[in-house]
């Protein structure tokens, strides 16, 4: 039987470099490339995308909207790691662990958004509050993040890492103050919230991992509510997953955002001061894995119908 063949349209970028990493040496798929000198080739792009099983689109979003319209094969089957489709109700969206019947939704589509880093955490902590009538569909939510510069673009990964003439002018960077930033659109979709979230994301000088904090007031809640509660609402829903695991309640009085990088994993936190009335749910991820290319991966092999692997890259990142 033919393995399936899987192509990666923009595998140079930093999310390619990662998928390819991952799947290097896979003998149940068949990774094919683009001939370098014909990368920028419109026909032969069209050629490579309609002979694959499934193609991975790491892309901006213009640039994957046209990939898409390129494929006029009905059996190739896309993971687009853009935002281009990502609230598309046309789309699965490529989170496995959002509810229930997901990771099948995501098994029987062709066309499937995978979802971004920072939505990744911020939706893991958010929507089974929102499930279970906890946190109202109109709660102000708040979503502070920060993560390593990988994040950020090649860019500014040339920059951090010595590749480019300019200089870090920062160890730490504030961003997305106009409160504005893309990954706004998911987060209140797959939150189910009627609302935007205020976001305010960071970067600081580590290459990857990242934090998601959403810190609550436990007095605004739509339902009374301790830590301890909303620490069994997570359990429970993620009870039996793989990739996505709930960490003991307040087991941490300090936490490192690179503690999972090179995996695809995703932990959840939730710390709590009763005499205040506060809580803080966190979750730890790579946001190169669980948050990028570890995710494509997992939907690849759920489209594909191939066992699930951890996802990890072949050595730990550095």
């Known amino acids: 039987m033919a393995r399936p063949a899987v192509f990666i349209d923009g595998e140079a970028g930093t999310t390619g470099l990662q998928i390819q990493a991952r799947l290097r040496g896979r003998p149940d798929i068949e990774l094919v490339s683009i001939d370098h000198d014909k990368r920028k080739d419109p026909a032969e792009r069209k050629r490579m995308l309609n002979a694959a099983d499934l193609a991975i689109l790491c892309l901006p979003d213009d640039a994957a909207r046209e990939a ?19 609230v598309n109700p046309d789309w699965a969206y490529g989170f496995p662990e959002l509810v229930a019947g997901q990771a099948e939704k995501i098994r029987a589509s062709k066309r499937v958004s995978n979802p971004g880093c920072y939505p990744t955490g911020a939706i893991a902590l958010i929507r089974p509050l929102t499930d279970a009538g906890v946190m109202s569909a109109d709660h102000p939510v708040t979503v502070n993040a920060i993560s390593g510069y990988s994040g950020a673009g090649k860019s500014l990964i040339d920059v951090y890492e010595g590749r480019s003439t300019a200089k870090p002018k920062h160890a730490f960077l504030a961003y997305a103050l106009e409160l504005k930033h893309k990954h ?31 810190p609550l007031h436990l007095r605004t809640l739509a339902k009374k509510a301790s830590g301890k509660d909303l620490h069994a609402i997570l359990a429970e829903r993620y009870a039996g997953q793989r990739f996505v695991k709930v960490m003991p309640l307040g087991s941490s009085t300090e936490l490192a955002p690179d503690a999972l990088n090179g995996t695809n994993m995703m932990e ?3 710390f709590e001061n009763e005499a205040n009335g506060q809580a803080l749910l966190t979750a730890r991820l790579d946001n190169l894995g669980k948050g990028a290319s570890g995710a494509c991966v997992q939907n690849m092999d759920l489209m594909l119908g191939l066992k699930q692997t ?3 890259l072949p050595i730990a990142a550095e």
């Open 68 to 86: 898409v319209s390129l494929i006029d094969n009905p059996n190739t089957r896309v993971i687009d790691p853009s935002t281009a489709h990502r």
């Open 310 to 312: 951890d996802a990890a």
């Open 268 to 270: 959840l936190f939730v």
């Open 184 to 214: 706004l659109p998911e987060m209140k979709v797959y939150g189910k919230l009627t609302g935007a979230p205020v976001f305010q994301p960071s970067i600081a000088a580590f290459a990857q991992g990242m934090l998601i904090n959403v």
